[in-house]
């Protein structure tokens, strides 16, 4: 199936999958246009505090352009390909590109590429790198000491953002900005509904490049593009698949979605932070800005690394209802297993008693060597799915 003809002939889908596939160029026209931006390492930075400073997120991403010779020098072999590919972004491929740099805790891996980076720092002072910042959340546990210390956080980026920007962050300003994401976040939402059982106008490629494409534009101009594009998409042809819910390594291509299509299945859900995950929830705006930042933090769909196992099991039960998904995907790339600890729980309590059939994929490298050997791993779940529906 991959990414239709339609998809490719809507202007709007376009503009999303070039920023898509070339987020360097969107950094680079952003500092050529002397634009202060603040990138980001990490899934929990809010765009909010970066916007009221009158600067620009950009996300951090992967390295896919070629060799990985700085992770493969710098980095332990427990770092898998996605942090190998921050890494490589942040060190080579972004280098003069990045005045200012966040990490934050949503994964330990990204507290691991921190030290790592503040080392090189220190070790070799002649490279170009940007100034940093590492947010040390608590987001385990909903509690009055998780909620004290992640505001605790975010009020020392407030202070940093200031500092760099030299711009005064105030209530107002704050509260605008969250409710220019919030928009944001429900314009998502609305394009995400073509992916439903009742109107599947969307595949996983193309919601996946549309999400991830949004992440690397102007807040406004996401929202404009977005609109037309869901506009546009509603008169699409009916997207055929068995409908599978991802759970595992972030995507930040369309290539393993691609070959899940072509083994029949589509991807109408993902706990990834490229996909769905990154606007399942609102800020509140009744309530101190700040304090409603870090409240989403610990409203968030619970992550498989930082979640308990009876929240994840609550969660995956919610969005397996809310996707209607007819199978469940969990992909691991080699050495990044944090998604099967609390696999039993959910398998027990909420596949099975659906009985909605299950696979795991493991140990998946980037760029993938096996391509083959996946698309035949996808076509047995397709195979499984309609063996459910048969019996």
């Not at 921190?114 to 100034?131: A, C, H, N, V």
């Not at 004290?148 to 300003?173: F, I």
């Not at 493991?362 to 035949?376: C, D, G, R, V, Y």
Request: aromatic fraction near 10%.
């Amino acid at each position: 199936m991959a990414i239709r003809k339609e998809a490719l002939e809507c202007a709007a889908f376009v503009r999303l999958k070039t920023a898509y596939d070339d987020r360097k160029a969107v950094l680079k026209g952003w500092k050529d246009a002397g634009k202060k931006v603040v990138c980001v390492a990490g899934y929990d930075v809010p765009d909010e505090i970066i916007l009221a400073a009158g600067m620009l997120p950009f996300r951090v991403t992967g390295y896919y352009g070629g060799e990985r010779k700085s992770a493969d020098k710098y980095l332990e072999y427990s770092f898998g390909a996605i942090w190998k590919g921050i890494w490589e972004s942040i060190t080579e491929d972004y280098t003069g590109l990045m005045d200012y740099l966040v990490f934050c805790s949503s994964s330990d891996m990204f507290l691991k590429l921190f030290y790592y980076f503040r080392t090189m720092s220190r070790l070799e002072p002649e490279r170009t790198l940007p100034e940093i910042k590492y947010l040390d959340y608590e987001l385990v546990e909903k509690s009055f000491k998780s909620q004290e210390r992640n505001e605790r956080e975010l009020r020392d980026l407030v202070e940093q953002v200031e500092a760099w920007s030299g711009t005064k962050v105030t209530a107002e300003s704050l509260k605008s900005a969250i409710e220019l994401c919030n928009e944001y976040r429900q314009a998502l939402t609305e394009f995400s509904a073509l992916r439903s059982k009742d109107n599947a106008r969307v595949n996983g490629s193309e919601a996946l490049v549309a999400i991830g494409g949004s992440m690397f534009m102007e807040k406004a101009e996401a929202i404009a593009t977005l609109r037309e594009l869901t506009a546009a998409a509603a008169s699409w042809q009916t997207v055929e698949g068995a409908r599978i819910y991802y759970v595992g390594s972030p995507q930040e291509t369309t290539e393993v979605y691609e070959l899940a299509e072509s083994a029949g299945l589509n991807i109408v859900g993902e706990d990834h932070d490229m996909g769905a995950r990154m606007f399942d929830t609102q800020v509140r705006t009744t309530i101190e800005p700040v304090s409603a930042l870090a409240e989403r933090l610990l409203n968030r769909m619970p992550s498989s690394e930082k979640g308990s196992i009876k929240a994840r099991v609550k969660a995956i039960g919610e969005k397996l209802a809310e996707t209607q998904a007819e199978g469940f995907l969990t992909y691991m790339n080699n050495n990044d297993e944090a998604y099967v600890w609390d696999y039993p729980s959910i398998s027990k309590e909420v596949l099975q008693p659906r009985c909605i059939p299950s696979y795991t994929v493991q140990k998946q490298t980037w760029p993938l060597t096996e391509p083959e050997t996946l698309t035949a791993q996808f076509a047995e779940l397709a195979g499984m799915v309609k063996e459910a529906h048969n019996g």
